[in-house]
């Protein structure tokens, strides 16, 4: 159950970080920039949940 916790957080911090980039590099965001948010998030938790599980 924590594995999922920290797969939630580690994503929106992923996300988050993502988003500043993307505010200071453009000066804004655009569909593109939500559409790579989604899909920083997504592989993030993938990738938590996947190394997790094969470290147990």
């Given at each position: 159950m924590i594995q999922y916790a920290a797969a939630v957080l580690l994503a929106c911090a992923?996300?988050?970080l993502l988003l500043r980039h993307c505010l200071r590099r453009f000066?804004?965001?655009?569909?593109?920039?939500f559409g790579g948010l989604a899909e920083?998030?997504?592989?993030t938790v993938l990738?938590?949940?996947?190394?997790?599980h094969h470290a147990q």
């Open positions: 992923a996300a988050h000066g804004g965001v655009t569909g593109d920039v920083t998030a997504a592989t990738l938590v949940l996947t190394l997790g």
